[in-house]
């Protein structure tokens, strides 16, 4: 007896959607609009500080290695061991520097040996006139204060000897380097270059290291990688680090607060649309009262009603809305997303739940009504 | 007729109009929310941008060579040369003045510190300085404002008492030192000695850790340069840079006429340097690439993000708005069918449907741009704590697009009402 109420009742939701074919596919198209722009928003929600977070490593390094106490270098096989700790992921480079005194032309400057592929992930921001190096073993760039002192332009060569040795080694440079920063007084060769040029063996001054994460994780980083090797002392680049904390902060609260205004004016309007397709059917509530229905059963078969396009409008939202969300992150971060189970099952919940709602309140209103009333048409 | 006509409708339709009007005060709410927000965005983010620090930095023209070559930067009494200190005012008096946030002058020396004679850098710079312009205006600047990320502990140094300090974290370890103590120091070479009163232990997380941070006359005197600075640190709002202010910033010569112009005109990093060489005699300013290109770059994603989120959310909510529109007309066959009956042409009807809908969405849309403004403000509020400014340009927008959406979204219904037969209708099917 239950079995068949029930498909008695399922049977009704079905004629009452498909008869009723031009306005259900405008209920249906709203809440298929609503669920879109839920869903996408959410995601874009979900997404814009992982994205955004990528889009602040142009600062540079935010985490720096160091050698311990009032040693100068940091041992080779110290940097191997760290390797394990920072997950490859959420790394963006990391960069080995090598200090040391040089002279070009007799003039002592400051040689920095570097891995130019690392800079140009670390430090995108550098400006540079030329070329980078292409083959690092006999080319090298110098910095602009450097390159105006010794007069030089990309294409030329310069010689390069270490401090207390007079045997040079001839180099091209390829380009000039700008930041307007401390950078720009420095010769910049590969590292190999350098530690050849300056006898330190494997050894480097320090590691730039530029990788995703908030000031907590970068805390998290520098302790484990402290308790991994006694020989280096990381040191978090508060300038970079916090201030894109705040930022970054900042940016996500104003998706929010656009997210929650966006959503609560959608499902309103979800809410109306739904309203104004109930609200016309009054003259069938009061027939049904008339033939003996109860309110319990019209409101039953109103909300199975709403609820069903809610779901159906939903699944269709759901896809439209990854759409969006796909659309707004190629163009913007040319970057793609990925599906997250969990916003497309929270959408759909959303959409059923706000479709059922929308129904209830005119039926209420419409099943207090008296049926004479209603069915003699005022 | 007509008017009594609409007005009936009006009033009779009441809850269902009723419900029209919400539907367009919510979506022009929104229009007018978003679109406040997005035009306004940038300038918002900019100044939270900021955070990281002077992206132009000021030195004498001359004073980098001298120090390259004979390594005088750090000796006392050096014969290099320096800026005024007396013209930094002017630095609000630019083309681009508004957009200048904060500056902060700089003047190093190498100290001995304390008993066990400490070597450290000790800096003179403005705090927080009330400073007089010529035109009148004051500013309050220092690096205070322009350090941000700096966390003290303890209280900033005053720079109306040249004997108060600032002492970085890893050189108050070293010295043991913490806020309240007094610190001496001596000029190496000479044998003036000064002791000032530590207000605050700062960490920096740079080089400014192992630094000590006075008033600027402090070392001015200690240095015997009265009214000089090494250094001026500036933060300035600025356009992301493109092609043209590449070129500029290699060689201003080289634009044509025209182009100059535009450059000199747009607040690109590039030209608000060239601006302030102009300003202050015998200067170099160049931009911290590593802030200013960073800065363009995280400001032209947020704006299209802005961008993207509004015209999408626009164009659903615009799609709400017709979808209800027609949901309301086309309940209304049997009215229309006995109007077509009675004799009312095509084209009265659709005067009197679309001027009823008009109507109403009117009052909707101005409940819904006040609604609207009100949600912009609890957005800049809330995520960057001051208002949003309100652009006057979103309310002929708004309204053009709103008319285009109810236009758009009766269209149909309308064509649907035309091809009505009255008897078909009336009959009841």
Redesign the interface.
């Known amino acids: 007896m239950k079995m068949k109420k029930y498909r008695m009742l399922g049977i009704m939701i079905w004629n009452a959607l498909l008869r009723r074919r031009s306005r259900m596919l405008i209920a249906l198209l709203a809440v298929a609009i609503g669920a879109t722009i839920v869903s996408g928003l959410i995601t874009i929600y979900y997404d814009v500080p992982r994205q955004m977070g990528r889009e602040f490593r142009s600062y540079g390094a935010n985490l720096v290695l160091t050698p311990a106490g009032d040693k100068q270098l940091l041992p080779a096989e110290a940097v191997s061991k760290i390797n394990g700790i920072l997950p490859p992921d959420k790394l963006v480079g990391m960069a080995p520097y090598l200090y040391d005194r040089v002279k070009i032309n007799e003039q002592p400057l400051m040689l920095a040996g570097t891995d130019f592929q690392q800079v140009k992930k670390v430090s995108p921001y550098w400006q540079v006139r030329g070329q980078w190096p292409e083959s690092p073993a006999e080319e090298i760039m110098l910095g602009a204060e450097t390159a105006e002192l010794l007069q030089v332009e990309p294409g030329q060569e310069v010689t390069l000897a270490a401090s207390g040795s007079e045997l040079g080694r001839k180099m091209k440079v390829t380009g000039i380097v700008r930041t307007g920063g401390s950078e720009e007084n420095f010769i910049f060769t590969d590292l190999k270059v350098a530690q050849q040029l300056l006898g330190t063996q494997d050894n480097i001054s320090v590691m730039q290291v530029s990788i995703i994460a908030n000031e907590a994780e970068l805390t998290a980083f520098t302790q484990a990688i402290a308790g991994a090797t006694p020989d280096i002392v990381p040191r978090i680049v508060k300038r970079v680090a916090q201030s894109e904390e705040t930022v970054l902060g900042k940016l996500q609260a104003l998706v929010y607060l656009v997210t929650i205004v966006v959503l609560l004016l959608t499902m309103i309007c979800v809410a109306t649309t739904m309203m104004a397709v109930v609200t016309e059917r009054r003259k069938e509530i009061g027939l049904k009262k008339a033939l003996g229905a109860e309110n319990r059963g019209i409101v039953l078969e109103f909300l199975g009603e709403g609820m069903t396009l809610g779901a159906l409008g939903g699944l269709l939202g759901v896809v439209l809305g990854f759409f969006f969300a796909q659309a707004v992150s190629v163009n913007v971060f040319g970057r793609e997303i990925s599906f997250q189970p969990f916003i497309a099952f929270l959408s759909l919940v959303v959409s059923i739940a706000v479709t059922g709602a929308a129904c209830l309140i005119p039926v209420k209103i419409a099943t207090d009504v008296e049926p004479a009333i209603v069915l003699r048409g005022e | 007729m007509f008017w009594r006509m609409v007005r009936g409708a009006l009033v009779r339709q009441g ?2 109009m009723f ?1 029209v009007a ?2 367009v005060a ?2 022009v ?2 229009a007018t ?2 679109l406040n ?1 997005m035009l306004d ?1 940038g300038d918002k ?1 900019n100044r ?2 900021k ?3 002077a992206n ?2 000021v030195t004498p023209r001359s004073a ?2 001298l120090g ?2 004979y390594g005088l930067d750090t000796a006392p009494g050096a014969m290099g040369q320096y800026l005024q200190e007396e013209e930094l005012g002017k630095l609000k008096t630019i083309f681009w003045a508004n957009n200048i946030v904060d500056f902060a002058p700089s003047l190093e020396t190498r100290v001995a510190l304390g008993p066990a004679g400490t070597n450290a850098v000790l800096v003179g710079t403005w705090f927080n300085r009330h400073l007089s312009l010529p035109t009148g205006e004051t500013v309050d600047t220092g690096i205070q404002q322009l350090k ?2 700096w ?1 003290v502990d303890g209280n900033w140094a005053d720079d109306t008492n040249v004997n108060t300090a600032m002492v970085g974290a890893i050189l108050a370890d070293k010295l043991g030192v913490k806020a309240g103590d007094t610190v001496e120091f001596v000029l190496p070479g000479s044998d003036k000695r000064e002791t000032v009163t530590v207000r605050g232990i700062f ?4 080089p400014e850790d192992e630094e000590l941070f006075v008033p600027l006359p402090l070392v001015q005197n200690l240095l015997n340069l009265p009214g000089k600075v090494a250094k001026v640190e500036v933060s300035a709002m600025t356009t992301p840079e493109n092609e043209l202010a590449r070129r500029a910033a ?1 060689d201003p010569k080289s634009l044509s006429l025209k182009e100059w112009e535009t450059w000199y005109c747009t607040s690109y990093v590039s030209a608000i340097s060239y601006q302030i060489e102009e300003v202050i005699s015998g200067s170099r300013a ?9 800065e363009g ?2 400001l032209e ?2 704006q ?3 961008l ?2 509004t015209v ?2 626009l164009a ?2 615009s ?3 017709s ?2 529109l ?3 007309i ?2 209304r066959s049997r009215e229309i069918g006995l109007l077509k009956a009675l004799g009312a042409t095509n084209g009265a009807v659709i005067g009197l449907t679309l001027s009823e809908i008009m109507l109403t969405g009117l009052a909707g849309g101005i409940v819904g741009y006040f609604l609207g403004l009100g ?1 912009a403000q ?2 800049g509020e ?3 704590g001051t208002a949003i400014a309100l652009n006057v340009m979103v309310i002929p927008w708004v309204i053009a697009a709103v008319g285009a959406v109810i236009l758009a979204g009766s269209l149909p219904a309308i064509r649907m009402l035309l091809s009505l037969r009255p008897a078909a209708v009336l009959h009841g099917r």
Not at chain 2, 286 to 294: D, G, I, L, T, Y
């Open positions: 809850r269902k419900l919400v539907t919510l979506g709410s929104l929310a978003m927000v965005v983010v939270e941008l955070a990281y620090g132009i930095t980098s060579v390259e070559i941000s990320w966390s960490s920096a997380g740079g290699h160049k931009p911290v690439r590593q802030v200013a290109e960073s770059n995280i994603k947020t299209l993000l802005m993207l989120i999408l959310s659903g909510s799609l709400g708005i979808n209800l027609t949901a309301g086309m309940e949600f609890i957005i809330t995520v960057f």
